[in-house]
């Protein structure tokens, strides 16, 4: 039976138009969040002239371009003869995303943009990231993956094979930024709840980047997505001829192990022992183990387990200010994959507690009746109306966190929880659901338990921090922060998380607040201690402002510019 029970408070966590009126989400500047730097654009040179410029997403402006600019840059008539600023560009790019029929088509849209204007990609990210980040991250990002081979249109990220073990530092090479302060590395064995998609998997650490930067502020040209590919043990790609990665069943063992190893020396022998490696979606025989052998050796944490740890528990802080209660007064039901206890890791088995046989999650629920129950097994409607009644007989306001993504993998939708629950149910989930209006007119806004709360801010700050090791304790403050920004008009909503529109902003309040603690307890390796933390980390943010690439041009006096004769 896939069902541990916990009680207490560790929770895991501590083991067209040029001209005229613009629509709200194509405003300029003021609306851009917290992060938006100010003052006038400096000329930014540039060496790279005509179709090296065009066709470089971090440089290229499309029609932005000043006609200085492009007489300058050797560009004037390859691009039509039309100036636009950033906002109608945002007008332009809206309308043709609006256009598409499916989320798949939309999420090609995006990433056609990112590899052809990279500042106009983040501005409409920026503009309305509750818009976007179901298309860019969770649930579309998992039908991208599922068919990235057909929606493959240009490279994005590092792809190493089990092959290339003894040569990844020559491979590093290949990338064309140096200074890299961020990694995100899968080996595509578990991605979301769909399982082992292999090489296809690229697109989540590409995603996850993407929120680095419209979530938290992190230069994308410092960003690197990686796929170590050692084959894949899904045999519809296996059999499929259009499948892009390695055609071999997953190798594992000591051959993989020691391409791990040499992966995190080879990236912080090039980028340095402080560059960020995020791991997402390693299968859990290889999430805790690689976990903790790399943890107080590199900079890095795992997102799947930490962030949503995190994540979790930032959604039942929240909680407890509505069942107005203690921690430790519940009793919590982790509906998880089911694994006998003595084949529990260790991290689980600290939880575990012994109990008679159960054969079904109803059977756990009748017989503990939790408090909260919080699924992450990716079983679609595990948590059946008769669990959900049960309750909601139990409790007044019962706790259901259906944290599985993507949305096709919920264990119940919020429509279904609020209704059978009449309301009563405090309702979170991995993946996002409309708002839900029952029969007597309340509505509630279901809250997202969004990974994304948490890993831009603490990326943001590591980076800024320069911090050798991310311990445990920084996704709790991290948690603590998260809940702090849930008001109480949120609450009476059902937000059990403060809207995604603010994300920047929270994200740039956890970015301080791990600086804080890493300076507190010696972590950070940036001197000297910035004193002020909050205007020094503003001033590493991204923005995405065009720069100007106008060459800088003046005059001397008239007198001094004689020209001599005989």
């Not at 990235?148 to 490279?155: E, I, Q, S, T, W």
């Not at 259906?402 to 264990?411: G, I, V």
């Not at 929270?506 to 603690?517: C, N, T």
């Amino acid at each position: 039976m896939g069902a541990s029970l916990g009680t207490g408070v560790r929770l895991a966590l501590l083991s067209g138009r040029a001209c005229g009126t613009l629509p709200s989400w194509a405003t300029s500047a003021p609306t851009r969040g917290c992060h938006s730097k100010a003052g006038p654009v400096r000329p930014v040179p540039l060496k790279k002239r005509g179709y090296d410029v065009t066709r470089n997403p971090h440089l290229n402006k499309g029609m932005a371009f000043t006609l200085e600019e492009r007489i300058q840059l050797g560009i004037h008539g390859l691009i039509p003869p039309c100036f636009l600023s950033q906002d109608v560009q945002l007008l332009r790019i809206m309308r043709s995303y609006e256009r598409q029929q499916s989320d798949l088509d939309k999420y090609i849209i995006l990433m056609t943009l990112q590899d052809r204007n990279e500042k106009l990609f983040y501005r409409v990210l920026t503009s309305d990231v509750e818009k976007f980040m179901p298309i860019v991250y969770t649930p579309t990002v998992g039908l991208a993956c599922q068919q990235y081979g057909l929606a493959f249109r240009r490279p994005r990220g590092l792809f190493i094979t089990i092959h290339d073990k003894g040569h990844i530092a020559t491979m590093l090479n290949s990338w064309p930024e140096d200074n890299i302060k961020a990694v995100v590395v899968t080996d595509g064995e578990r991605i979301l709840g769909l399982g082992d998609l292999g090489c296809y998997g690229m697109g989540i650490p590409v995603g996850k980047l993407a929120l680095y930067t419209a979530c938290g502020g992190v230069n994308p040209q410092q960003c690197l997505p990686v796929l170590l590919d050692v084959g894949t043990n899904n045999k519809e790609l296996l059999r499929d001829p259009l499948y892009i990665g390695l055609k071999h069943q997953r190798v594992r063992g000591k051959d993989y192990d020691e391409l791990l190893d040499e992966f995190m020396k080879a990236v912080t022998d090039k980028f340095g022992i402080n560059c960020l490696i995020q791991f997402e979606d390693f299968a859990n025989a290889n999430a805790f183990r690689l976990l903790n052998k790399y943890r107080n050796k590199y900079c890095m944490f795992n997102d799947d387990i930490q962030g949503t740890a995190s994540v979790a528990v930032a959604g039942i802080l929240a909680a407890l200010r509505i069942t107005k209660n203690k921690l430790s007064n519940h009793v919590f039901v982790f509906q998880g994959a089911g694994e006998e206890r003595s084949h529990l890791n260790h991290e689980k088995e600290v939880f575990a507690q012994d109990h008679p046989e159960v054969k079904s999650l109803e059977e756990v629920v009748r017989l503990v009746k939790p408090t909260a129950i919080i699924g992450v097994a990716a079983i679609a409607g595990a948590f059946t109306e008769q669990i959900l009644r049960d309750m909601a007989s139990y409790h007044e306001r019962p706790i259901i966190f259906a944290l599985s993504n993507p949305t096709s993998k919920a264990e119940c939708t919020a429509e279904k929880c609020y209704r059978v629950t009449e309301g009563r149910g405090i309702f979170a989930s991995g993946s996002p659901f409309k708002s839900v209006t029952l029969e007597d007119g309340r509505t509630f806004i279901p809250g997202q338990g969004n990974n994304a709360y948490v890993f831009p801010g603490v990326a943001l700050g590591v980076i800024a921090g320069r911090i050798r090791h991310i311990p445990d304790e920084i996704f709790l403050l991290t948690a603590e922060q998260i809940a702090q920004e849930v008001s109480e008009q949120h609450l009476s909503q059902g937000r059990l998380y403060p809207p995604l529109s603010t994300i920047r902003d929270v994200s740039l309040r956890i970015a301080i607040k791990v600086l804080d603690y890493a300076y507190k307890h010696n972590l950070a390796s940036y001197y000297p201690e910035p004193k002020d933390k909050e205007a020094f980390v503003r001033s590493l943010v991204y923005t995405p402002d065009y720069d100007s690439f106008t060459v800088d041009s003046y005059t001397w006096p008239k007198e001094a510019m004689n020209v001599q004769t005989v």
